[in-house]
């Protein structure tokens, strides 16, 4: 193979894991807004999986080459080229975002951060060391490990001055790090389905399919058991309804560029994204007691420190 031809190959989903991250940030502001209009977390989540769920089933009914995907997963299943339980992804996503709705207003958003990214990481490396993933089996070296410890690291520098002096409950901090946990092996197995399938759009459609079912039912559990009410469509602005667009291109990439490039490269290079985004959003369309700071700053640029460090284990393998 041509290396130069490899690289520029590795380097093309490697750009679009960056950029998709940066998405996410932008992601999150439109389901925080939906999220505060609404007073209800799971509610929000909902209609953010239902936009995406929506728009996928109308590509669903457009593209042949879609819907021919979605044929191929049962007969890979049947064949034994990936289990049953490997198309249910879009659980671990919708868990995710439930747990996302419920302790972000305990712990907020920057211990949320740090909890979520140390869980993917972490995991990144065993997913990726069992050979969970599409790319098969990679050894944990030391530069995997120092790569996922720094982009912990860098995470922590870059919400620190958003940290909550306070006491903060424990529980929601072990929960959004199974959450994290769990990311990782979404990835995972969103990459082989979206291998067998030929379409990360199939793998996407799966996703949201799955994921809005878990949502929709803790959302009748909140209202039958907690009282909780519903809000309704227009209590928030229109553009905060559409998240889930964002998630389509989120997991349509992950299912994509996973089999490329390992779970591990995946996240790291995802919360690099993350973090730029986040800062763009501070200048462009800044919150209150939001900042561009120093430390923002040096966290972003640490976190493509890791993303070098990880490539350079990759480059001697």
């Known amino acids: 193979m041509n290396v130069s031809g490899s690289k520029v190959h590795v380097a093309i989903p490697m750009a679009a894991c960056v950029l998709v991250g940066a998405l996410t940030a932008i992601q999150s502001r439109m389901n925080g807004e939906l999220s505060i209009k609404m007073h209800n977390g799971i509610e929000a989540a909902v209609y953010s999986f239902g936009s995406g769920l929506v728009l996928l089933v109308l590509i669903v009914l457009i593209s042949r080459k879609v819907r021919g995907g979605l044929v191929a997963v049962p007969v890979a299943i049947r064949s034994g080229k990936i289990k049953w339980w490997q198309i249910l992804g879009g659980t ?97 197995i969103n990459g082989r389905v979206s291998m067998v399938s030929g379409q990360p759009l199939s793998a996407a459609f799966l996703n949201f399919f799955f994921g809005s079912i878990v949502l929709g039912i803790t959302l009748g559990v909140s209202i039958g058991f907690m009282n909780k009410d519903l809000s309704g469509i227009g209590v928030a602005p229109w553009w905060a309804y559409f998240g889930g667009i964002i998630g389509i291109i989120f997991i349509s990439i992950a299912a994509w560029s996973v089999p490329i490039i390992g779970v591990l490269m995946f996240a790291l290079l995802s919360i690099s994204g993350q973090l730029v985004g986040s800062m763009a959003l501070d200048f462009v369309a800044p919150t209150p007691g939001s900042e561009i700071t120093l430390s923002l700053i040096f ?19």
Do not use: E, H, M, Y
Not at 137 to 159: C, D, L, N, P
Not at 299 to 316: I, K, M, P, Q, Y
């Open 299 to 317: 966290g972003v640029s640490l976190a493509f420190v890791a993303v070098g460090v990880t490539t350079f284990n990759r480059s001697s393998r």
């Open 92 to 188: 671990l996503g919708g868990f995710f975002v439930a747990v996302q709705s419920s302790a972000v207003p305990l712990i907020g958003v920057a211990v949320f951060t740090i909890a979520i990214v140390a869980g993917q990481s972490t995991n990144s490396l065993v997913v990726d060391r069992i050979g969970l993933g599409p790319a098969g089996k990679q050894a944990i070296t030391w530069q995997r490990v120092a790569g996922a410890i720094i982009a912990i690291v860098a995470v922590s520098i870059a919400v620190a001055p958003r940290l909550s002096s306070g006491s903060i409950p424990i529980l929601p901090v072990v929960f959004a790090f199974i959450a994290g946990l769990l990311i990782a092996v979404q990835g995972a």
